[in-house]
């Protein structure tokens, strides 16, 4: 029995690897932001409480900075999370909105969950501003924020199990369930958000470099951000073995018999272990500021995410070939004009970004305090 709903008879309009590419890329992205996100909340709303506790000016000023800026860290978010959820939607379609249907209830609620985080962030970042205690805001905002990335890892991980779905809609036909049983989605979420408070570390470190803020803040954030990347990265590939020895076996032998994702995840394993040194060499060296370490982790922690990203492309793509799903078998009917302008509309507005991301770098600022 086919265990997938029926294919769409309209074939693909590009080729799958041109899907796969642009899903990959923006996925990263995607992911960047989150662990910048992620971390950042989660720094910022330990430091405002420790802060305040101790009267530490370097703390509360650290913490308002990073406060300051989750806004726009939650609007990357959301707005990188959009491609990589269209290209997923055309390659997998079959497997994602099954398993959207079945957890219904909470997929639609992350709308919602999205709406309430992205408030209370504008408050926190408010009351920073004017000097009021928000770190208990910032402890609502992550848990509204953790439990995202929990339904995001259930829905990530029920996609792979169809022979799990019928049973399970049966049981819960209005969608209010989620993955539980799986072996895989708790190793998988702490992977995810463990590896959040190492790339929020590269974050801490670049907004270290600003010379707008207070010097001791600075230095805090560049020491902390350093031993953050390095502590957190060495737990990540901690995690990495949780979540490969959670794969159902028949998965881990496919992915052990493929040279491509071998290499994906030697590759990946070595750029963790660049970040673990960068980390510390940044630490120990927080006393001066250097844009080259400070690019060199931002560089790293990227390519690092990627290879992640492509690793566990290879998770899904052997987990659904168990069950006859092979996403490389689809119908394929180019039309290659809407390619190329849907190529230049892409390249154009990726370019707008790194423009108005460079503009914002360069800006002149104002001097920040928060204590
Ligand atoms: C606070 C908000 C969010 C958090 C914390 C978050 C976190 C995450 C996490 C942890 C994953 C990985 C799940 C896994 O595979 O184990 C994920 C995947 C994903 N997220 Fe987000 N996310 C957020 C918002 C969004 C939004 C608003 C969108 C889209 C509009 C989005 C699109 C995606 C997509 C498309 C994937 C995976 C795609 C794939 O596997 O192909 N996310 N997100």
């Given amino acids: 029995m086919d265990l997938f709903p029926a294919v769409d008879p309209i074939p693909l309009p590009a080729p799958v690897w041109l899907f796969k590419v642009l899903?990959?890329?923006?996925?990263?992205?995607?992911?960047?932001?989150?662990?910048?996100?992620?971390?950042?909340?989660?720094m910022a709303a330990f430091w405002a409480l420790v802060g305040r506790m101790?009267?530490?000016?370097?703390?509360?000023?650290?913490?308002?900075?990073?406060?300051?800026?989750?806004?726009?860290?939650?609007?990357?978010?959301i707005n990188l999370g959009v491609p990589p959820l269209l290209f997923a939607q055309v390659l997998y379609g079959r497997a994602l909105y099954t398993s959207s249907v079945i957890i219904g209830l909470y997929w639609i609620s992350v709308v919602f969950l999205v709406i309430a985080a992205y408030f209370v962030l504008y408050m926190m970042a408010k009351r920073a501003e004017n000097g009021v205690a928000y770190g208990w805001l910032g402890l609502i905002a992550l848990a509204i924020v953790l439990k995202v990335a929990v339904i995001y890892t259930n829905n990530m991980t029920l996609m792979l199990r169809p022979d799990a779905w019928i049973e399970m809609y049966r049981n819960n036909p209005v969608g209010g369930q989620l993955n539980g049983d799986d072996p895989t989605v708790l190793p998988r979420w702490l992977f995810m958000m463990i590896g959040s408070l190492g790339v929020a570390g590269v974050g801490l470190i670049l907004?270290?470099?600003?010379?707008?803020?207070?010097?001791?803040?600075?230095?805090?954030?560049?020491?902390?951000?350093?031993?953050?990347?390095?502590?957190?990265?060495?737990?990540?590939?901690?995690?990495?073995?949780?979540?490969?020895?959670?794969?159902?076996?028949?998965?881990?032998?496919?992915?052990?018999?493929?040279?491509?994702?071998?290499?994906?995840?030697?590759?990946?394993?070595?750029?963790?272990?660049?970040?673990?040194?960068?980390?510390?060499?940044?630490?120990?060296?927080?006393?001066?500021?250097?844009?080259?370490?400070?690019?060199?982790?931002?560089?790293?922690?990227?390519?690092?995410?990627?290879?992640?990203?492509?690793?566990?492309?290879?998770?899904?793509?052997?987990a659904l070939l168990q069950f006859g799903y092979d996403v490389w078998a689809r119908e394929i009917n180019t039309n290659w004009a809407i390619v190329m302008l849907f190529l230049a509309l892409f390249v154009g507005a990726a370019g707008l970004v790194a423009w108005m991301a460079a503009v914002t770098a360069r800006a002149k600022g104002v001097d920040e305090t928060y204590a």
């Fill in 207 to 318: 907004l270290g470099m600003k010379t707008r803020l207070p010097a001791s803040a600075t230095l805090l954030l560049r020491r902390r951000g350093g031993l953050a990347l390095a502590a957190f990265t060495l737990l990540q590939v901690a995690l990495a073995w949780r979540v490969l020895a959670a794969q159902p076996e028949s998965v881990r032998t496919a992915l052990a018999g493929h040279a491509f994702y071998r290499l994906v995840a030697l590759l990946w394993l070595a750029t963790a272990v660049l970040l673990v040194a960068l980390g510390l060499f940044a630490a120990v060296r927080a006393a001066k500021r250097s844009w080259l370490s400070a690019t060199l982790c931002g560089a790293a922690a990227f390519v690092n995410i990627l290879l992640m990203v492509l690793f566990r492309d290879g998770i899904r793509d052997m």
């Fill in 23 to 42: 899903h990959s890329a923006t996925l990263a992205l995607h992911f960047t932001a989150v662990h910048l996100l992620v971390g950042g909340l989660a």
């Fill in 54 to 77: 101790r009267g530490d000016e370097a703390r509360l000023n650290a913490s308002g900075a990073l406060a300051y800026r989750l806004p726009v860290a939650m609007a990357y978010v």
